[in-house]
């Protein structure tokens, strides 16, 4: 069964059908830019453009960079502040609403890294933000936002994310510093058995993971940054 997966993130909405068989893409996937400020009519419509572009008339799974309880908004850090409240699902025709992290994690767990792990495993994504999904045994502890942890008297994604490595032109070595100490920290927190690193970056652990140093294994993302899309699509109900 193929379900529409949309990731939307602080600076791209991405989007394809999932084939929930296989956990993988069955169609090239669209990427749009982010509306600048993104605001939800704004956002909606890009939504609505990525629907039209694949022709889909089933059931879709769409993410959202913030704490989605039952559908509803609840924080929104990385977009504009008048999501607060709002009910995403219905303002997406609908679609089945979760946050980001746990939506990547969900699918890394079924399809991924953490398939068949026992214990405590901890997907982070790094990318506007750092973004979060803690599991127990394979179930999902939903909405953490552990990127929102103080480190330095500040958010660690402040510090730490993939924009914070760009906006302070940060070689990846020295960004690693960064992320070992902030991966320490939720370390000495959970004591998980695996920490996977997903977002944009996981395309390129090789350039900074090495220089990571840490008790708790650290892998990257098997499914890399399609894992927001193919989770999506698989935490909607009609996906089984």
């Given at each position: 069964m193929d379900v529409l997966g949309i990731d939307i993130g602080g600076?791209?909405?991405k989007g394809a059908p999932v084939d929930l068989k296989e956990g993988r893409l069955s169609a090239e996937r669209l990427r749009i830019p982010t509306p600048q400020p993104a605001k939800p009519d704004t956002v909606a419509e890009v939504v609505a453009q990525i629907v039209k572009h694949f022709e889909w008339a089933g059931p879709v799974g769409v993410t959202f960079p913030g704490v989605v309880v039952g559908g509803v908004?609840?924080?929104?850090?990385?977009?504009?502040?008048?999501?607060?409240?709002v009910d995403a699902g219905e303002l997406f025709g609908g679609a089945w609403v979760l946050n980001d992290a746990d939506a990547a994690g969900l699918a890394e767990m079924r399809y991924g890294e953490g398939r068949g792990r026992e214990g405590t495993v901890l997907m982070l994504t790094f990318g506007t933000g750092i973004g979060s999904a803690l599991f127990v045994n394979g179930t999902l502890v939903p909405n953490t936002e552990l990127g929102h942890l103080e480190l330095h008297g500040k958010d660690a994604e402040l510090r730490a994310s993939d924009r914070a490595r760009e906006e302070h032109d940060l070689s990846w070595e020295k960004w690693a510093e960064r992320v070992e100490e902030y991966l320490r920290h939720v370390e000495m927190l959970f004591s998980p058995e695996l920490i996977v690193l997903g977002g944009?970056?996981?395309?390129?652990?090789?350039?900074f993971l090495p220089h990571v140093k840490l008790d708790t294994p650290v892998v990257p993302a098997a499914l890399q940054n399609e894992a927001g899309i193919i989770g999506a699509a698989l935490a909607t109900p009609r996906a089984g």
């Open positions: 600076s791209g909405i908004v609840r924080t929104a850090a990385n977009v504009h502040h008048s999501w607060v409240g944009g970056v996981s395309k390129k652990a090789d350039k």
